[in-house]
């Protein structure tokens, strides 16, 4: 008997076997999670210490209930997301359509401005602006074939360098884990609503949980057998980000608490000088190795995930509605990550916003791509709620009591959130 299958034949779905397919859902996570999501929480760190724990943990949850349904509509309907919002209507993959190549301009320019700060700070003869493109030029080649395996592979390396970095950092700081534990009930700080909010929704991800289905189908999960490994492989992930996340916290709450850091992906380097002054050189390049991981799995992983998107988004939307519904033959499977839309995308992420990287505000950039982000998390969450309820779905996998619970407190915290950065974009 062979270790992925049992006596009579069939799959072995257990611990073991679902934990050595795992990397999808560490792809999708550590998109998600770039250096503003750890800048958020080692500000709120700094500033209320251990307090908003409680908010980490339960941002945590909810992006796994939300990645798990993303994984659940792909493999329980056998079709793809793109295909669910179709179904809605014409206004759905419009807004998607318009939004993602609004979306696309500006994390282009955001991910390799956040990817060439670590390596001027390695490599000062090159400015921010060069060092980035070099790194989204860099990640066009290596998507450009579309190889999942071989993304998969470096993506879990980088990953492994980021948990050594930003584990090992909170490590060296030394956490307090009487005060961590007791942050698990919540509690609200005056002035610390935004932070929580922030916390909330920042563990990891916004159009690229979306992403998660297509990197599902590449690992070759095309049917509901395989739901129980992507539960296993998405837990894995989101767990994962979420102790990043919590290292953070632990980071801010120990070195800087009731000091000023800047808001954005400035106050990793920042913290990177902290490190150095207060423990040596040693501690501060391999945290900038790290923030270098951290910002490059961000970058290759939406050149490749988002471009799979649009590739279905623009092959959905060429075809007659009946047929955009149907699930996604083998060979259409393989020909996507081909396609000309494809590639065409990944060229849009990587050379025209290398316009933007001259007006050198790489952090003003980092904001306008916070607020379209905004937008998408309350659509992604309402229209699952939906499909996933609807006779769209297969009965056997349609939402029970507690995904239909953590999806609608998605909707409503993204809404909120989306409301929030809106006010205070245009305030």
Same mark, same amino acid.
């Given at each position: ?39 958020? $929480? /080692?500000?709120? #760190?700094?500033? *209320? ?5 409680? %908010? !980490? =943990?339960? +941002? ?95 993506? $879990? /390396?980088?990953? #492994?360098?980021? *948990? ?5 950092? %909170? !490590? =060296?700081? +030394? ?253």
């Amino acid at each position: 008997m062979s270790a992925e299958t049992t006596v009579d034949g069939s799959e072995n779905t257990g611990w073991a076997s679902r934990l050595r397919r795992v990397g999808p859902g560490v792809m999708a996570a550590a998109t998600g999670v770039g250096a503003g999501d750890l800048v958020a $929480t /080692l500000v709120a #760190g700094s500033r *209320f210490g251990y307090t908003l724990f409680w %908010a !980490v =943990l339960l +941002g945590t949850v909810f992006k796994l209930g939300l990645g798990e349904a993303v994984g659940r509509w792909h493999l329980g309907s056998q079709r793809t997301i793109l295909a669910g919002w179709r179904s809605l209507g014409s206004w759905a993959t419009t807004f998607f359509g318009a939004y993602i190549v609004i979306w696309g301009f500006v994390y282009g320019a955001t991910a390799m401005s956040a990817t060439g700060l670590p390596l001027n700070a390695l490599f000062p003869w090159l400015s921010v602006r060069y060092w980035g493109m070099i790194c989204g030029v860099l990640g066009l080649a290596l998507v450009w074939y579309g190889r999942y395996r071989l993304l998969e592979r470096l993506m $879990t /390396l980088l990953v #492994g360098v980021m *948990f050594v970095a930003v584990v090992g950092t %909170a !490590v =060296l700081v +030394g956490p307090d884990l009487t005060a961590l534990g007791g942050a698990v009930a919540p509690r609200l700080p005056d002035g610390s609503l935004a932070y929580v909010l922030g916390l909330m929704g920042g563990v990891g991800g916004t159009i690229t949980m979306a992403a998660y289905g297509y990197w599902t189908m590449a690992k070759g999960w095309h049917a509901p057998r395989w739901i129980p490994f992507m539960r296993t492989d998405n837990a894995v992930g989101y767990v994962t980000t979420g102790v990043f996340v919590v290292a953070m916290l632990i980071v801010g709450s120990e070195l800087l608490l009731g000091q000023g850091i800047t808001e954005g992906d400035q106050g990793l380097l920042e913290l990177g000088g902290r490190l150095a002054a207060e423990y040596g050189q040693w501690a501060r390049l391999p945290f900038l190795i790290g923030f270098l991981a951290v910002t490059f799995t961000s970058l290759l992983g939406v050149w490749n995930g988002v471009s799979l998107l649009f590739a279905d988004w623009w092959r959905t939307w060429r075809l007659p509605r009946a047929e955009s519904l149907d699930s996604l033959q083998d060979h259409e499977r393989v020909a996507l990550p081909r396609s000309t839309a494809y590639r065409g995308y990944v060229v849009w992420l990587t050379i025209p916003p290398m316009a933007l990287l001259f007006l050198d505000q790489p952090f003003q950039l980092t904001i306008a791509y916070g607020v379209l982000g905004a937008l998408f998390m309350p659509f992604l969450a309402g229209t699952l709620l939906f499909l996933l309820n609807s006779r769209r779905m297969p009965a056997a996998h349609r939402s029970r009591w507690a995904s239909n619970t953590v999806l609608t407190l998605c909707l409503v915290l993204f809404g909120v959130l989306a409301v929030h950065k809106l006010l205070g974009y245009f305030g």
